[in-house]
């Protein structure tokens, strides 16, 4: 359980669009929050977006306005809709569900890469 899975990444041109899917193995409802994160080489992970159990959402400035968080409960999925990619959205992008206790569960990652 708390198997996280990750997938729709690939390569893209600058201002398409990729949407990124992350499975649960059990309900989503099991965590607090879901969101994702992303890590570009030689540099810090960072939050992209992020639902709550309860459906409230928050971006990073760097994406507000672009992507969009949401949710497929009966599927036990979180969506992020990348709209607009840039060159600084080349990533690895990580699905991530937080627990009880700040207990956190990871995807293996999917690859962003935007370029022409």
């Known amino acids: 359980q708390g198997q996280l899975v990750e997938s729709g990444g690939g390569l893209v041109q600058p201002g398409g669009s990729l949407r990124l899917s992350c499975a649960a193995s059990?309900?989503?409802?099991?965590?607090?929050?879901m969101g994702w994160y992303r890590q570009a080489p030689g540099k810090q992970r960072d939050l992209v977006a992020t639902i709550t159990s309860g459906g409230r959402v928050n971006y990073a400035d760097s994406v507000k306005g672009r992507f969009t968080i949401s949710r497929d409960i009966g599927k036990n999925t979180v969506y992020l809709q990348m709209n607009s990619l840039k060159p600084e959205d080349t990533a690895v992008y990580y699905c991530n569900g937080r627990r009880a206790f700040n207990q956190d569960y990871w995807g293996q990652g999917t690859q962003v890469t935007v370029s022409s």
């Open positions: 059990g309900s989503i409802f099991s965590f607090n929050a």
